[in-house]
């Protein structure tokens, strides 16, 4: 609902940037800038720009509509996993090695994705916390944004933050949208840099490169809904191969190797 708004009221959006696109062409060449009009307006073309922001908000849409299918989906791996115990015992012929490694990765992955989504929900809360006091249209759409993007690190922030602080600047103007891109900063490097590391501990590290390369993948593999899920897909991957000892050299590979660093710095400090 509060898309189909946003994109109804995008005219308006749009007009609104083009006059403060205008102003500012005309207070560079009251300063003595000279600037090609047509130069311009392609290079700072609202309309462009407006719309860019309503097509990926539609693709966000198209992508919360399947919400329901992955949940019942979720749904029926929960359903499984109660029996899935005695399959794997009566598989392997009641050995245990198995199930060892099986607890280990499913305890990682649980304490992974119950700490991720505690740290996004803090920060879509206080996303829209500050949405509301500086009252920006749509703040729940911008704040559930915020929250779904958390779980991209690097990228995902300022993805989030971008449509936002564009709106803030249209409707309040560019003090109020310097104070939320400030906020979002401040917000993201709290949670992200300070409070997940010591939240999430060693091993669910990822390299730069691994996070471009699992944008790029699963984005082909399944579309917007894969670019979302990419980073939880790739680090449920790593924490299985770091759960076997002959595949957790190819886990230690895909880290950044700070926090494999630091473990073994430790470890051989130990008397």
Same mark, same amino acid.
């Given at each position: ?19 403060? #696109?205008?102003?500012?062409?005309? $207070? ?20 462009? &720009? ?8 539609? /693709? ?20 499984? =996993?109660?029996?899935? *115990? =005695?399959?794997?015992?009566? &598989? *392997? ?10 607890? #280990? ?36 759409? $911008? ?48 949670? %992200? ?5 010591? $939240? ?17 993948? $699963? %984005? ?21 191969? =770091? /759960?076997?000892?002959?595949? &957790? ?6 880290? /950044?190797?700070?926090?494999?660093? *630091?473990?073994?710095? *430790? ?5």
């Amino acid at each position: 609902s509060s898309i189909r708004e946003f994109r109804a009221d995008l005219p308006e959006y749009q007009a609104r940037l083009l006059i403060m #696109s205008n102003g500012v062409q005309q $207070w560079l060449v009251g300063k003595g800038i000279a600037l090609d009009p047509a130069i311009w307006q392609q290079s700072f073309n609202p309309n462009v &720009a407006m719309q860019l922001v309503g097509n990926t908000l539609a /693709s966000f849409g198209n992508v919360m509509t399947n919400a329901f299918l992955i949940l019942l989906t979720v749904i029926f791996i929960l359903a499984e =996993e109660v029996g899935f *115990r =005695e399959k794997l015992l009566n &598989a *392997r012929g009641g050995g245990q090695d198995s199930l060892e490694g099986l607890e #280990s990765f499913t305890d990682s992955v649980n304490r992974y994705l119950a700490i991720k989504t505690l740290l996004s929900l803090a920060t879509g809360l206080l996303v829209l916390l500050v949405l509301w006091i500086l009252d920006v249209d749509y703040p729940v759409m $911008w704040a559930l944004l915020a929250f779904l993007l958390n779980f991209v690190p690097t990228v995902g922030s300022f993805l989030a933050a971008v449509p936002a602080v564009l709106l803030a600047l249209i409707q309040l103007g560019p003090i109020e949208a310097g104070f939320l891109g400030m906020a979002y900063v401040v917000i993201n490097l709290v949670i %992200g840099n300070v409070i997940e590391p010591r $939240w999430m501990g060693k091993g669910l590290n990822l390299s730069p490169l691994v996070v471009f390369l699992s944008l790029v993948f $699963w %984005g082909w593999v399944l579309g917007p809904v894969g670019m979302l899920l990419s980073i939880p897909l790739t680090i449920l991957v790593k924490i299985a191969l =770091e /759960s076997d000892s002959d595949t &957790a050299w190819i886990g230690i590979m895909l880290g /950044s190797g700070k926090a494999q660093l *630091r473990v073994t710095q *430790r470890q051989e400090d130990e008397p």
